[in-house]
């Protein structure tokens, strides 16, 4: 078997549809808006967000599956408190099933089976202008202080349109499966608890700023080599890491700063603390060895290493 059959018998291992393609999540998602707009004060659109969206999502190692969807209520965010539009939806689904939270950038609806999350629907709360392409999200708790709460310009839309416009044929189709190597790393090096990890987004944001399509020659010719555009995609991360100082332990660290190419054009990676970005940089210098091995000797073991026992060895 080829390294490259190798890499497609893993991406269809981890693979996760997009929402038409799979009939449970988009059975979940309907449950929920038809919740919302039967007890919601005021009319809304909808539209997907997120992995599923953009084609990147993968299976859950906790077999809890997060579906992301926009609810987008047109008002003049001027004229309305944030958290009081929030309320709104939480209100509305609150009885929906036995754990909705209150998040600050979102509503989460938990699905649960023996007492296990199985789906969680996160609802986006956004507002948008009558005759207005802008959205601005809802940010704050629900007793959240005034400096707390705000709109937020977001444009999620945008940047799911340029992840689906970034590549086109067989270079898109292994973009999205670097994408999806590079979230099954972090899930199996990185706890799922927490602000640890960097985020799925976070690593949807490098490959769209880094990932070069890679070929490799074979006897046949020339084929796709996901080998070559991963470990070319680390090493772009591993590069773009710089010095900063940290006050607290009195040394340098390595950081990594990754501005989102929409608004809200923030660093997606700015909630990490230097301690877990240190780690996250450890996490990659060794991720680019094990990729660096295996491209070197053909080695299977750096990559079961590397990605965990969905990796063929045989």
Known sequence: MTMQSRFRRFHEAIQLKRYNENAGLVEKRDRVLRRLRENAPRSFEFFNQGSYAMGTGIKPLDGDYDIDVAIVFELNPHAFDPV????????????????????????TVYYQQAG?????????????????????????????????????????????????????????????RVIRYLKRWKDHHFSLEGRAAPTGLSLTVAAYKWFRPSQGSTWMGTEESDLAATLNLVKDIRRNFSQVWDSDTNRSIPRLSLQFPNAPFDDVLKRMTHQQMEEFHQRIVKLDAWLEHANRTGSVTSLTSAFGDDFPDD
């Open 84 to 107: 009081e539009v929030k309320r709104w939806v939480y209100s509305a689904v609150a009885s929906h099933t036995s754990r909705v939270e209150w998040r600050r950038s979102c509503i």
């Open 116 to 176: 296990e999350a199985v789906y969680h629907v996160d609802l986006a709360v956004m507002a948008r202008t009558p005759n207005s392409r802008g959205f601005h999200l809802a940010i704050g708790k629900e007793h959240s202080a005034d400096s707390q709460r705000k709109w937020q310009p977001d444009d999620r839309q945008g940047f799911i349109e340029a992840v689906e416009n970034r590549f086109s044929g067989e270079e898109a189709a292994q973009f999205r």
